[in-house]
């Protein structure tokens, strides 16, 4: 199983980032995906989670509004779009793949991506 997190970097405040992190070693599409991020000194928060097919969203109140997940299926592969980006999003972005059946729970998590936001 993994999942490879890419897309952050360097940007300036105001500024727009597209994570996407790319699964492989599990059914993607039986999963719901969520990222979540860490900035220094913090503990890990989550931001967002999309369902399994896609259908459904959901977002951390402080993140409504700038962040956008969604999923592609077919690729394998989860996105987040942040906009007007701040420097208090400064953090390492993990995405997390989650299901559950019965008794049975699988939780995978990626290595992270660094997003620094600064002039």
């Known amino acids: 199983v993994q999942l490879v997190e890419s897309g952050g970097g360097l940007v300036q405040p105001g500024g727009s980032l597209r994570l996407s992190c790319a699964a492989s070693?599990?059914?993607?599409?039986?999963?719901?995906m969520s990222w979540y991020r860490q900035a220094p000194g913090k503990e890990r928060e989550w931001v967002a989670i999309?369902?399994?097919?896609?259908?459904?969203?959901n977002y951390a109140d402080s993140m409504k509004g700038r962040f956008t997940i969604s999923r592609d299926n077919a690729k394998n592969t989860v996105y987040l779009q942040i906009n007007s980006l701040k420097p208090e999003d400064t953090a390492v972005y993990y995405c997390?793949?989650?299901?559950?059946?019965?008794?049975?729970?699988?939780?995978?998590w990626g290595q992270g991506t660094q997003v620094t936001v600064s002039s």
């Open positions: 997390n793949a989650y299901a559950a059946w019965g008794s049975f729970e699988y939780d995978y």
């Open positions: 070693g599990f059914t993607f599409s039986s999963y719901a």
């Open positions: 999309i369902s399994s097919n896609g259908g459904s969203t």
